[in-house]
């Protein structure tokens, strides 16, 4: 019997559009028999902040309510994490970066080390930085032990003009719309990807 992979996603999602790209990387982890677990960063500012910004008070609310927050027992538990952030000038939010960061314990113990480890992004606009943020996030991960999996040109998915040889991605522009379905044809062939990586670094 094969091996069943365990992949943690957590992810940043302030509108739902990295959220909905979250559940595509989910889809593809399980088509390849692996138990995932999705589970949302929380924010960092506090409620009267968040009301000032017209949804996002209702928007996190609804969110939080489908998925836990990250903790440092689903990292360990987890042979393989496949991170997700929207962009924040070029760079990883810092609600998913406060989650990393809490994962120190872990590193000193050498608990991450050997596991499987991926990054989507999302963003407004067409070079809003997807592809820094992704490759952002290697730095941390090659910190903390991860072997790194990035999506390559892999699989003829990759080849329709979304996404990236990094890490899935989506362009949402204003107002948020999508993913589309290519970018989360993507998404998914992530999450195939990284399971089927971490299937091998868990085989007896």
Same mark, same amino acid.
């Given at each position: 019997?094969?091996?069943?992979?365990?992949?943690?996603?957590?992810?940043?999602?302030?509108?739902?559009?990295?959220?909905?790209?979250?559940?595509a990387?989910a889809?593809?982890?399980?088509?390849?028999?692996?138990?995932?677990?999705?589970r949302?960063?929380?924010?960092?500012?506090?409620?009267?902040?968040?009301?000032?910004?017209?949804?996002?008070?209702?928007?996190a609310?609804?969110?939080? *309510?489908?998925?836990?927050?990250?903790?440092?027992?689903?990292a360990?538990?987890a042979?393989? /994490? #496949?991170? $997700?952030? +929207?962009?924040?000038?070029?760079?990883?939010?810092?609600?998913?970066?406060?989650?990393?960061?809490s994962?120190g314990?872990?590193?000193?113990?050498?608990?991450?080390?050997?596991?499987?480890?991926?990054?989507?992004?999302?963003?407004?606009?067409?070079?809003?930085?997807?592809?820094?943020?992704?490759?952002?996030?290697?730095?941390?991960?090659?910190?903390?032990?991860?072997i790194?999996?990035?999506?390559?040109? *892999?699989?003829?998915?990759?080849?329709?003009?979304?996404?990236?040889?990094?890490?899935a991605? /989506? #362009?949402? $522009?204003? +107002?948020?719309?999508?993913?589309?379905?290519?970018?989360?044809?993507v998404?998914?062939?992530?999450?195939?990807?990284?399971?089927?990586?971490?299937?091998?670094?868990?085989?007896?």
């Amino acid at each position: 019997m094969a091996t069943k992979p365990k992949v943690l996603i957590p992810f940043y999602s302030r509108s739902g559009t990295v959220e909905r790209l979250a559940k595509a990387v989910a889809e593809g982890a399980e088509s390849e028999g692996a138990e995932v677990r999705l589970r949302r960063a929380r924010e960092l500012v506090d409620w009267d902040i968040m009301s000032s910004v017209p949804g996002w008070k209702e928007s996190a609310e609804a969110m939080n *309510a489908r998925y836990p927050a990250p903790t440092a027992e689903d990292a360990e538990w987890a042979d393989a /994490v #496949i991170f $997700g952030t +929207p962009t924040r000038f070029g760079n990883v939010s810092s609600e998913l970066k406060a989650y990393i960061d809490s994962l120190g314990g872990l590193w000193a113990q050498g608990k991450l080390v050997g596991k499987a480890g991926s990054v989507f992004a999302g963003s407004s606009q067409q070079h809003g930085g997807n592809e820094t943020t992704v490759v952002s996030l290697w730095n941390p991960l090659a910190h903390l032990g991860f072997i790194i999996v990035p999506t390559g040109y *892999a699989d003829p998915v990759m080849f329709a003009g979304a996404g990236s040889p990094y890490g899935a991605s /989506v #362009i949402s $522009g204003h +107002p948020p719309s999508g993913p589309s379905e290519a970018e989360l044809a993507v998404a998914r062939f992530q999450g195939k990807r990284v399971a089927q990586v971490a299937r091998k670094l868990i085989a007896p």
